[in-house]
């Protein structure tokens, strides 16, 4: 899977002079389900898990020697009561440690928090200053003339310029720059690392972000985490974009985007969400089909002819339906008249009215407009709900009977199909072996050549149309 990251931004990150030995994680198959399970829609809790969730039995990555040694001669940060030296590690902190440019970055579009403190009360910032620190005073304690070759000295070097990216990039996410450690019998803050590597640059950094002493009144807007270098307000917090093709796809197949839902018309965008802080994902409604869908009944279908006659517009009708179809208490008395239609009247079918009452969810085909794991997931569950009904033996009807009224198929339509020609009331399974599908829209079916003909000049205004379903 290829990481979500822009592409360019990429190359340009793996072609710096300080990667050119690096081995990212970014690549490692680990990194692959957690972009999974970030970027599946239908698991928003293990989304947010992975987002909070803790690293276990991490190994110390590229300073574990040196924290050996800070262990035995007692100048290691000390981490909280039951806790080890790497507790409660983040993956943004496994980045800091392994010195991984590139998986920080991926983190940071992830919408990872930067400001989560580990078992020493590190944040990710403090630490990796802390390294930057530790590689500095070691690089600048080495003898001019006890053998130590060029090649050390600059791997030296190009492991600082790495950690440095690290910080600077957290930096310009809005780290806290104003946290603070116990270090070496001291409470130090980023300034005082920054000063200890006489990096003034990197200090100058910090001031402007407004670590204190605070030379101005605030910090600098936020860079955009997604990397493009546009500040935040101007990106993702200013308007909608579009979801990268070479990301994940959130309908949970683990397919690039562009592989995925993109090719049937799904659009996905991302825009900032102010409340969890972060970039989120979430999929445009396809337009509205303009009348009255296909699937209405006839009463329906009426309505929408008389409101023409009476000079009202069918598509203005339609949107204010939609548009009250998410008002809550809309929502509340629609589910209220379900049920009781369910257990008062034999509108439906019996096994239908079951398995409704069952789920709760009234199934309604989908066409290509919805992902095909969550109808999956959907078809499951109600076919479930009408094989419980079978099993109950109330009905005395043949169970492919009951099956053909009530249970759906892939996209949340008749598993049993039906013609759709006029006057035909053949059904798959019961009369008539499997249907003809027309070739162009796949979600039309009939009994045969006859009747497909027939009903061509009906079926031709909407096949192929967007937001067809079947």
């Known amino acids: 899977m290829a990481p979500h990251l822009p592409l360019e931004f990429l190359e340009k990150l793996l072609a710096e002079p300080f990667m050119r030995e690096s081995k990212s994680r970014i690549f490692s198959p680990m990194l692959d389900t957690f972009r999974a399970n970030l970027a599946d829609q239908n698991k928003s809790a293990m989304r947010d898990l992975n987002l909070v969730g803790r690293v276990v039995d991490f190994d110390g990555g590229s300073f574990a020697v040196l924290d050996e040694g800070r262990t ?108 603070t450690v116990k270090w070496q019998g001291h409470v130090v803050s980023s300034l005082h690392f920054a000063c200890a590597v006489e990096d003034w640059d990197l200090v100058a950094l910090l001031l402007k972000y407004g670590a204190q002493p605070r030379p101005t009144p605030a910090r600098p807007p936020r860079l955009c985490p997604c990397l493009s270098g546009q500040h935040l307000s101007d990106c993702h917090a200013g308007k909608e974009l579009p979801y990268s093709d070479h990301f994940i796809c959130s309908c949970g197949s683990t397919k690039e985007y562009g592989k995925c839902c993109k090719m049937r018309g799904i659009s996905l965008v991302e825009g900032w969400d102010e409340e969890r802080a972060t970039i989120v994902c979430r999929r445009l409604t396809p337009p509205l089909v303009p009348g009255v869908p296909t699937f209405a009944s006839p009463e329906a279908h009426a309505l929408a002819e008389r409101f023409k006659q009476l000079g009202g517009g069918v598509d203005e009708v339609m949107n204010f339906a939609l548009e009250k179809a998410w008002d809550p208490a809309v929502h509340a008395l629609t589910r209220e008249a379900f049920e009781v239609a369910c257990r008062e009247t034999t509108v439906a079918d019996p096994a239908f009215n079951f398995a409704y009452l069952e789920t709760k969810f009234l199934p309604t085909p989908k066409g290509r407009n919805y992902n095909k794991q969550w109808c999956d997931r959907l078809r499951t569950v109600w076919n479930t709900a009408v094989d419980k009904y079978i099993a109950t033996n109330v009905d005395s009807r043949p169970r492919l009977e009951i099956e053909v009224a009530a249970k759906v198929g892939d996209s949340l339509g008749a598993m049993y199909r039906a013609c759709e020609a006029e006057g035909c009331d053949k059904v798959e399974g019961l009369n008539i072996g499997k249907v003809l599908t027309c070739s162009r829209c796949q979600m039309a079916f009939y009994c045969g050549p006859a009747c497909q003909k027939s009903h061509w000049r009906t079926h031709k205004k909407v096949c192929g149309s967007v937001g067809q379903t079947e």
């Open 72 to 179: 035995a001669d007692g100048t290691a940060l000390a981490p909280g009561p039951g806790e080890g030296l790497y507790s409660r590690y983040t993956l943004m902190h496994v980045a800091v440690d392994n010195i991984d440019p590139p998986l920080a970055c991926e983190l940071v579009r992830h919408g990872f928090p930067v400001d989560t403190p580990n078992g020493r009360g590190e944040t990710p910032l403090m630490l990796a200053l802390d390294r930057l620190w530790a590689m500095y005073n070691q690089h600048k304690s080495l003898p001019n003339n006890r053998g130590f070759s060029k090649e050390y000295e600059e791997e030296s070097e190009l492991a600082q310029k790495s950690m440095r990216y690290i910080i600077v990039l957290l930096i310009e996410q809005h780290a806290n720059v104003n946290a």
